[in-house]
Structures are given as C-alpha cells and as structure tokens.
C-alpha cells in the first residue's frame, strides 16, 4: 500500500477533529490507505494523557482540552500549521522513536531550505531554533497506527505560550518562523513537508482528498 492521501482542511475546531482522527484509527484496517491532514486550529490549550496540571499557569478563555497523546501541555491557533499523519507504522515497519525522527527530520529538512540551522533534542521531542522551539511533537499510537503530529509555529500569537509552561518547561521560549523569514507562504511551507514526509515514508504516489 504505497499510496497517501492528503487533506487539506483550514480551520478546524480541535475537538472535532481530535475525535475524527479517533473514529479513522479505530475504523481502519490493513487495507487503509495512509492519510496526512494539514490544517491550523482555533485557539486551544492541549494536555497530554500524562500531562501536569501545574504547567497550565493562566489559560483564561482559552478552552483547555485532555487528550490522548504523549506529552505535557500546548497551544494550537491560527498561524500554525498543523499536520496529522496516519500511518500505519506497523505497515512501514516504524517503531515510534524512528518516526518521531522522520517527523523531526521533516521539519529540519524544511527550515534548511530557509537558510534555518534547527536543532532537536533526544530528551525532548521537537524543533528548535536558537534555543527556542518553533515545532511541537505529540502522538498516540493504536494498534500500530499513529494520530496526532507536529505543530510548527508559522505566523501567529505567540502570546498563550506564556499562559503554560510548554511541554512541561518553565524556561522554555517558543519562536515562529515570521521572526527567521520576511515572508511567509503557508501553502508552498504545507507542500514542502507533505513532499518531503511522503518521500522518506516510501509513498509512489500522493493524492489530495475533501
């Protein structure tokens, strides 16, 4: 099965799209082609499944959801893309550490094409750039098959950071790519990933999908 399907959804509420991402998981089978999801979320604070309730400080309006991921506390919003892939790992022969790599790898590979030197660190998952985190990776992983992903922080409100403590760091500083790059161009950004993530997975093919 060499085929993915890409979907390119825009602003989706999280919860409804935490809970499609759950029912495709659950409903798949051997057979199922593989599908990433690109797309951005309205404002949310998201605590992983053994998240600390102390590294959410101040999260004001901002709704605060527990979710099924690894992981401490984010925030989603506009301005950050978002992608979902769901592979089935067991398929590709992935283990989780070597496709939380690829993931990382991605993003690295991407900023690269900037003139961006990114960096990840093996006792926290992620990007970073100059010390600071630009992309965030959380994933659950059932019966082989991965939901959730990475979030890199394009052109928005860096300001919810500083209601959390992001993945569970009090001292860590969250930085976007509109701080490194004069402009941004989401769609070419979303291809770039999609085209490097299908490559390295072994795809033939690539198809979009509403």
Known sequence: MNVVFIRELGLQNYLECWQAMQQFTNQRNPETPDEIWA???SPVFTQGQNGKPEHILDPGSIPVIKVDRGGQVTYHGPGQLVLYPLIDLKRKQLNIRQFVTLL?????????QYHLAATTQRTAPGVYLHHKKICSIGLRV?????????ALNLQMD???????????????????LSEHIPLINKKNITQQLVDYLTKELGYTHSSLKK
């Open 39 to 41: 797309l951005e979320h």
């Open 104 to 112: 990382e790898a991605s993003v690295v590979h991407l900023l690269k």
């Open 142 to 150: 059932r019966r082989g098959c991965s939901f959730h992903g990475l």
């Open 158 to 176: 860096l300001t919810p950071f500083s209601r959390i403590n992001p993945c569970g760091f009090s001292q860590l500083e969250m930085t976007q």
